[in-house]
């Protein structure tokens, strides 16, 4: 079975200074992981994935995260936090069937990003 | 090209009341997936479609819910009757074979 966890629900940080979001997965095989956000009264929008080539990915918007497999962390950092990032982030987990996804994926509980000015 | 779409945007109905939610992915994705996120809780996985097969029905949460996808086009989502903790936002993705799905806007569910 998977699953993912996230700490820290709610996390506030200064305009400028790093973020850093927790997550850590759980899988009894290869996994892909993601990082979704969900701005205010919006969707679900990718953020980024890791499908087992490189461990450190990047994505849009500045952020990135790095695949590390002894610690089972997926944890994601932006060096530089502006206003326009506070949101909802969630970290994902699925099945890597022979380098394709499969089937759902597993969310964890989100975690809240304020930024203050 | 499109995206997934999710038809209404919200929905706010009384305890006991029937509401439909509808999904249209995207052309040519034969996955469609259902989720929920109840308030405060994580996302959860509700139901996988191939094309107008269900694949995996795993979340559903009971009875009350049924989930269609006729034609293996749009699907639909019908709560009946739906109570109080049914409350929440319905996403609603697809995708090609084996590879990542595209997330729509979700339902926002009030129910009263």
């Known amino acids: 079975a998977q699953s993912v966890t996230q700490l820290g629900s709610h996390v506030s940080v200064s305009e400028g200074a790093l973020v850093l979001l927790r997550c850590n997965y759980s899988s009894s095989v290869p996994p892909y992981l993601f990082w979704y956000v969900q701005y205010p009264n919006q969707g679900l929008q990718l953020l980024l994935k890791y499908t087992s080539a490189a461990t450190l990915v990047k994505g849009i918007n500045g952020f990135e995260a790095e695949f590390k497999k002894s610690e089972t962390s997926f944890h994601l950092t932006k060096p530089s936090a502006h206003m326009s990032d506070a949101a909802e982030y969630f970290c994902?987990?699925?099945?890597?069937?022979?380098?394709?996804?499969?089937?759902?994926?597993?969310f964890g509980q989100g975690t809240e990003l304020s930024v203050k000015p | 090209e499109a995206g997934v779409t999710q038809f209404p945007s919200h929905s706010v109905i009384e305890k006991g009341q029937t509401v439909t939610l509808r999904c249209d992915p995207i052309?040519?994705?034969?996955?469609l997936y259902w989720y929920r996120r109840v308030m405060g809780k994580e996302i959860k996985f509700l139901l996988h479609?191939?094309?107008?097969?269900?694949?995996?029905e795993s979340g559903m949460p009971n009875n009350r819910f049924l989930a269609e996808r006729t034609g293996g086009t749009y699907s639909t989502l019908k709560v009946q009757p739906a109570e109080l903790e049914d409350s929440g936002v319905y996403f609603c993705a697809s995708s090609q074979e084996g590879r990542i799905p595209h997330f729509g806007p979700g339902t926002r569910l009030l129910v009263l």
């Open positions: 994902a987990v699925a099945y890597n069937q022979g380098g394709k996804l499969g089937g759902k994926l597993i």
């Open positions: 052309s040519g994705h034969d996955n």
């Open positions: 479609f191939v094309k107008e097969s269900k694949q995996d």
